[in-house]
């Protein structure tokens, strides 16, 4: 059996319980709907009390399709509610929707695909089909392309932004990929028009070489630090970073426990990183470090459970900066960290089961709105649970949909989040995807698309 890159490479091989995968009864025209939770430090739920005027926004959505890499604009109402507006090609490609069924949903396995600069004046990604990364200008419904210039490497998966300097992570080609190019990282400076160029000899290969599958790279708040998760080799890579914006020679550390994913700071030194499969191959889990100035990583929590299968994007609570929301794929729930303030991590609730996307689809991506009131999670189509044969939920003749749909929930004060109608409500008609070509959707984003930014 060919190894998986992702989120199911645990299950692959193992039952999965029935309790994580049988997913609740039909829950109506909601994506996620169902009753707010209730959890044990967190007794409040805060009603919305309507909207607050003026409070609109944006989604940005990358499409990452092979024909043409894209990004739709979505225009957010004050409850929360998304309005497709447009969408505007990034003149690259994108990776598309996996060429297998190992690589079903989830083609680029990174956070930071799509990402804004602090001033949403400007968006990055990454055009992972064409080996190129895309910068575009950004007032509010209006999008522009501004630059693209060859990422410096193959398949780029994440891209992070510290002032005028901006890294690409490049996977080096599709997991295992044993024998392809080498998984590297690149820099390039960023002008105040957002045009982007590559730093001359800031190319460097990552220690886990072609095997690295690198899925984020990030500053340290400082900028003096750049960091990079290797999935596969289970390792988290640290780099000082020069005042020419070169990589000085880094240190690789030892993830606690297999399949690190995210890589994002919480103060000024302490890195939080999701893990795909756990310390036991089986639950997702969650692990903070302190970074210290010799580039190493010292273990604060080890490989916390989340009691969910495949742990994998995170974000900040802007409401409570004590709380992180984390996306578990293939369980296509949300669970709750919680930091005290020794900075010590638990997970609320206890089953993990904070938020659950309708039918428990898989989650893939997720941004906050800029006011930190909306969550707005990426959600894979009709439920791979039951067109994955390798799975005890496989029903016989079970097709992938030939799209996505957009999770929303209202995040409360107490931390709990409350179920939205979302975008992309309707499903289509299961069809059949020839590996490789992508049938037109009616209603929801193309499946493959990745990478979220709300403002």
Not at 210 to 217: I, M, N, Y
Not at 324 to 332: D, E, F, H, P
Request: glycine content about 14%.
């Amino acid at each position: 059996m060919k190894t998986r890159h992702w989120v199911s490479a645990a299950i692959a091989v193992m039952a999965v319980p029935a309790v994580l995968v049988g997913g609740p009864a039909a829950l109506g025209g909601f994506l996620g709907a169902g009753p707010a939770v209730s959890v044990a430090d967190n007794d409040e739920i805060v009603p919305s009390g309507g909207p607050i005027a003026g409070t609109t926004g944006w989604v940005y959505v990358m499409s990452n399709q092979e024909s043409g890499n894209s990004i739709v604009i979505f225009q957010r109402d004050a409850y929360g509610g998304l309005v497709r507006k447009g969408i505007v090609p990034t003149g690259g490609l994108g990776a598309g929707r996996g060429h297998d069924l190992e690589d079903a949903s989830d083609a680029l396995v990174s956070q930071g695909a799509l990402i804004a600069s602090p001033d949403r004046k400007f968006l990055f990604a990454v055009d992972a089909g064409s080996n190129e990364v895309s910068s575009l200008s950004v007032d509010g419904g209006k999008v522009e392309l501004v630059s693209r210039v060859p990422s410096g490497g193959s398949r780029p998966v994440s891209v992070a932004l510290h002032e005028d300097l901006l890294y690409v992570a490049n996977a080096g080609g599709l997991a295992p990929n044993t024998n392809g190019p080498s998984a590297s990282v690149a820099g390039f400076k960023v002008d105040g028009e957002g045009k982007l160029t590559a730093i001359e000899g800031a190319v460097t290969n990552l220690p886990g070489g072609p095997t690295a599958a690198p899925s984020q790279v990030s500053f340290n708040p400082a900028g003096t630090k750049l960091v990079v998760t290797e999935r596969q080799a289970n390792k988290i890579d640290v780099f000082p970073i020069g005042e020419d914006g070169k990589l000085g020679t880094g240190v690789s550390n030892k993830s606690s426990g297999p399949g690190p994913f995210t890589a994002t700071f919480r103060g000024k030194d302490t890195l939080v990183s999701s893990e795909v499969v756990g310390a036991e191959y089986k639950y997702g889990a969650l692990s903070t470090y302190k970074l210290k100035d010799d580039n190493t990583l010292e273990v604060m929590t080890a490989s916390l459970s989340t009691v969910e299968i495949a742990a994998c994007w995170t974000v900040d609570s802007l409401l409570d900066p004590n709380v992180l929301y984390l996306g578990n794929a293939q369980s296509g729930t949300i669970s709750g960290i919680r930091f005290d303030k020794d900075g010590k991590a638990s997970v609320f609730p206890d089953d993990g089961h904070l938020a659950v996307t309708r039918d428990q689809r898989a989650t893939q991506d997720m941004a906050l709105s800029a006011d930190g009131r909306f969550l707005y999670v990426l959600t894979v189509g009709f439920d791979e649970k039951l067109a994955d044969p390798r799975l005890s939920t496989h029903v016989e003749g079970a097709q992938f949909s030939n799209k996505m749909s957009i999770s929303a929930w209202r995040v409360e004060k107490s931390g709990a989040l409350t179920p939205l109608p979302g975008y992309g409500v309707a499903d289509d008609v299961p069809t059949v995807v020839t590996p490789g070509v992508i049938t037109e959707s009616k209603g929801g984003l193309p499946p493959g698309s990745e990478g979220i930014v709300a403002f």
